[in-house]
C-alpha cells in the first residue's frame, strides 16, 4: 500500500500496526524520479506487509528536518514506531528489497 505522508498524518502511520517506510523526495530531484518507480513496485511487492509513504519534502520540510535529513531521496524505515534504519541516495531495487525484508 503506497500512501502520501504529510505532517498531519505522519505520527498516525508511524504508529500503526504495519511497518512504515517512507520515501522523502521533491519532484526537481532527479535521482528521486529514478527511486520513485522501484519504491513504487516495493509498495506493492509488500501490500498488507509494509506501508509505503510518498512524503513531498517542499510541502512537508518539518518532518525532514525532525530526522536531518539534508539529501534526497532519503528513504526513512520505521518498525513498531521506532526509525530502525534510513538509506540516502538512489539504488536498484534489490538493494531496497533488502532494505524491506530487514523491517518483517
Known sequence: ??????????????????????????????????????????????????????????????IAMDFGVRNIPTILFFKNGQLVDKFVGAAPKEVLDEKFKALL
Open 1 to 62: 500500500m503506497e500512501v502520501k505522508i504529510t505532517t498531519e498524518n505522519f505520527e498516525s502511520y508511524k504508529n500503526g500496526e504495519l511497518p512504515l517506510v517512507v520515501d522523502l523526495w521533491a519532484t526537481w530531484c532527479g535521482p528521486c524520479r529514478m527511486v520513485g518507480p522501484i519504491i513504487s513496485e516495493l509498495a506493492n511487492d509488500y501490500d498488507g506487509k509494509i506501508v509505503v509513504g510518498k512524503c513531498d519534502v517542499e510541502e512537508n520540510e518539518d
